[in-house]
């Protein structure tokens, strides 16, 4: 008999035997504040899909969405101290993601653009992001670019913080009140996000 | 029917997220609007759509994907990495940014004062008008109306000025002085 206890947050698994239990994000979390090296690949392996995912969906654009997400893992890594435990990990987590990509819309847009001096990244003292050789190929490249496109012309009319609702909500599963605890904003204000972000979205649709 | 639309509360509806009484009222108004019928089942069909282009897009190699986020973590983790340094002022970027948004700041203002120095030149009247208001000027100062008020400003109470502002409220009553007196006043 095995008993699962939701899909992302842990794992309990009662066996006829020993009973092997899975940490909860949560628990990771602290284990990553102590500088646990093993919790922290197994959080960024629980979500690094859905939160390049995520990323992706707000920045539109597959080299942005890993920088965003991985630089999301990074704060993580860096401030799991902080984390209180009086929210749930998940909650925590996407707010510091989401923060991550409004702010990089924001820095985009084309005013900022004009007047950066220099190249992104370059005074980070970071390693440049891999050459595409490393991915599959250009096959590949050019169905996640087909992809991502569809998916920034559906969402192309919506701001940021609409954008974040919507996909909290449908790609997530959040609820109204989750994703007004991860944008900071009252319950009604986030369903306000989500109505303009899907009457944005039906418009789109209709366009197609 | 309400004629409230509960447009707000629709994606929440769908979901099932609404609390029994909210979800009963939109319910009822539901079954008497066709709009919000309508668009209720556009939402629901739009993010059904929207689901399956994010489940389209597909996602890096894991390895790939974790070994450049460890790089990264790495490389700020070092001494002297600047990656997640708090960003200083004198960083190039933001002296350039700083420098062009002074620049900005200060042509905007030398704009506005030209264009205010500009509105506050008032072009001369016409000749003939000249005349009318340097009379208008001067008998505005010699009513008899502002004797009264320099007589109550006590700074200039006393001043021989009041007496021939006195002087000249009341010309009509004055009778000729004789020369004499005239030479003492002055």
Redesign the interface.
């Given at each position: 008999m095995s008993r699962i206890r939701g899909p992302n947050s842990w794992a309990e698994f009662v066996m006829d035997g020993p009973v092997a239990v899975e940490p909860s994000d949560e628990e990771l979390c602290r284990r990553v504040a102590e500088r646990d090296a093993q919790a922290f690949?197994l959080l960024?392996?629980r979500h690094?899909?859905r939160a390049?995912?995520l990323a992706?969906?707000i920045v539109g654009s597959?080299a942005d969405a890993?920088d965003v997400s991985?630089?999301a893992?990074?704060r993580l890594?860096?401030s799991a101290d902080r984390f209180d435990g009086r929210s749930r990990f998940s909650t925590w987590f996407h707010r510091i993601l989401v923060n991550l990509c409004i702010d990089h819309q924001r820095r985009n847009r084309w005013w900022r653009r004009l007047?950066?001096?220099?190249a992104p990244g370059s005074?980070?003292?970071?390693?440049a992001?891999?050459p595409p050789s490393?991915?599959?190929g250009p096959e590949?490249d050019a169905?996640?670019n087909q992809?991502?496109g569809?998916?920034r012309g559906?969402?192309a009319n919506l701001s940021p913080k609409q954008r974040a609702a919507?996909?909290l909500?449908?790609?997530e599963g959040l609820?109204?009140r989750e994703i007004a605890a991860v944008l900071e904003c009252s319950e009604?204000t986030a369903?306000?996000h989500?109505?303009r972000g899907?009457t944005e979205?039906?418009k789109a649709?209709k366009r197609e | 029917m309400t004629t409230r639309h509960p447009e707000t509360a629709l994606v929440p509806y769908v979901r099932g997220e609404l609390g029994s009484e909210e979800g009963a009222r939109v319910a009822r108004h539901l079954e008497g609007c066709a709009s919000c019928r309508e668009a209720a089942d556009s939402a629901a069909a739009a993010m059904r759509e929207l689901a399956r282009r994010i489940e389209a897009v597909p996602i890096p190699d894991p390895a790939i994907y974790r070994a450049q986020l460890y790089r990264r973590l790495n490389a700020r983790a070092e001494p002297g990495a600047r990656g997640n340094a708090e960003t200083r002022w004198w960083q190039p970027r933001i002296v350039g940014l700083s420098l062009g948004a002074f620049g900005v700041a200060a042509a905007a203002l030398m704009l506005i004062f030209v264009m205010h120095q500009g509105a506050r030149v008032v072009s001369p009247p016409p000749m003939d008008q000249l005349a009318t208001q340097e009379d208008t000027m001067q008998e505005a100062a010699m009513t008899g109306a502002d004797v009264g008020l320099l007589r109550d400003y006590p700074m200039v109470e006393r001043l021989d000025l009041l007496e021939n502002y006195d002087v000249i409220a009341h010309l009509d009553e004055v009778s000729p002085a004789p020369p004499a007196n005239d030479e003492n006043r002055s």
């Open positions: 690949d960024v392996e690094q899909a390049y995912r992706c969906s597959e890993r991985q630089e893992f990074i890594y860096q007047v950066q001096l220099s005074e980070s003292g970071e390693p992001i891999d490393a991915e599959p590949q169905i996640r992809s991502i569809k998916l559906l969402l919507v996909l909500q449908v790609q609820s109204s009604n369903r306000v989500v109505h899907i979205l039906r649709l | -």
